[in-house]
Nanobody, 115 residues
Framework: QVQLVESGGGLVQAGGSLRLSCAAS????????VGWYRQAPGKQRELVAT???????RYADSVKGRFTISRDNVKNTVYLQMNSLSPEDTAVYYC?????????WGQGTQVTVSS
């Protein structure tokens, strides 16, 4: 059974930083492209960053230059370093494969940025 567990969210002031972690089990993690997604209140879930199995990265324009996605295939973990956070980054953050698989969605981790 595949399980993706997100952690690292919290409350931070504008301009601050957070590092999210996504721990994967039950899947061939090293063979999968993994993405970080987020869903703000009243908005659709959006893909903000992807890392391919070979380490290539892609970012949404809204986070480019501020967020960095990385992976550790030994630990089966993907990270999202978020810098220069703004209130517009407030959302629940999820990880999943890219493209996403419905059954893999976890509980996410809440990120709240205060102004």
């Amino acid at each position: 059974q595949v399980q993706l567990v997100e952690s690292g969210g919290g409350l931070v002031q504008a301009g601050g930083s957070l590092r999210l972690s996504c721990a994967a089990s039950g899947m061939l993690f090293s063979l999968s492209a993994v993405g970080w997604y987020r869903q703000a209140p009243g908005k659709q879930r959006e893909l903000v960053a992807t890392i391919t199995r070979r380490g290539g990265t892609r970012y949404a324009d809204s986070v480019k230059g501020r967020f960095t996605i990385s992976r550790d295939n030994v630990k089966n973990t993907v990270y999202l370093q978020m810098n220069s956070l703004s209130p517009e980054d407030t959302a629940v953050y999820y990880c999943n494969t890219d493209p996403s698989i419905w059954a893999y969605w976890g509980q996410g981790t809440q990120v709240t940025v205060s102004s």
